[in-house]
């Protein structure tokens, strides 16, 4: 059996050693010792100002919509996971889609004028596999209209842009920390600004809004993380490197050996800094597609239609998007995860080969 990813488990005794502390405090959560540490670490990794380790990914969406008092509609990617515009409509904003780039599989810059209008507060773009949005495009856009900016950067850890973590653009960037992702905390995500206000709206958003034990600054939910979750965290961190490494080693040799089967690959080779946080492959046709991930199903080997149908087209808001039409019916993830060995690439390979040869 080859699933689709796996999580990344840090050796048992380094996960032991936080849990000990947490066994001689008897701190488990409320912004305990551990959660704090996660935090400073993080932010040295990333080198960033201002992080918030939350409950999760959406969370995370949710508390940035919040903060930033977004209403009426919010300018958005068709091409990202559910939770992108779940969150959005949770928090009462209407999302509006703008169609994708046919190399990168981020939102078009050049769509979004077109679909601002009175009612427009913001746009929510997604760094989809870890691919950067065009952040200096967008953000002359948003200024131009006095629009606020948030990234679903769910898959964009560790990810630079001129020399900068990824994270550090637009008003809010969001990330998740979920067990299956290049980081993680198990579940968890966190909250990235550098706009220290924005950050205090967000911490008191995080802890039901307490500012103090009996004062409140306005309504909050619990946005909160555990001790255990941060003691992941932590134990995972010494090993991002490696694990960078090895994606980006199998990415290469899933290239190498695909070299004969006709699909074509999100645009990366520029990129500074990539995570090579999914394997996506674009086919030409759904026929092909479909009988790839047939065979490879019946080999026991997990592949994934991320993202399938693209979110225009389950009836949160229609839009007209043919750019991730397309994308969204041809695309799959292989397996990719730390410990793949090349023996099992290579079998991937073999059995999308077959099918394309046998076609
Ligand atoms: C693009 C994107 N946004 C948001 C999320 C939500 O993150 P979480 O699962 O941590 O809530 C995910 C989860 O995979 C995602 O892929």
Known sequence: MIPVTKPFLPPREAYNRYLDGIWERNWLTNNGPLVNELELQLKEHLNLDHLLFVSNGTIALQLAIKALGLRGEIITTPFSYVATTTSIIWEGCKPVFVDILEDRLTMDPDLIEAAITPDTSAILATHVYGIPCEVERIQQIADAHGLKVIYDGAHAFGVQVNGKSIFEYGDISTCSFHATKLFHTIEGGAVMTKCPEILKKMAYLRNFGH??????????????????????????IPYLDEIRKKRQNQFVYYKELLKGLQVRYPETSQLENYNYAYFPIIFNDVILLKKCMHLLEENGIGSRRYFYPALNNIGFNEGICPVSDRISERVICLPLYHSLTKEEQRMVARLLLRVQNNL
């Not at 409140?216 to 995972?236: Q, R, Y």
């Open 211 to 236: 500012d103090g034990f009996e004062k409140f600054n306005g309504i909050g939910i619990n946005g909160k993380n555990s001790e255990f979750h941060a003691g992941m965290g932590l134990a995972v």
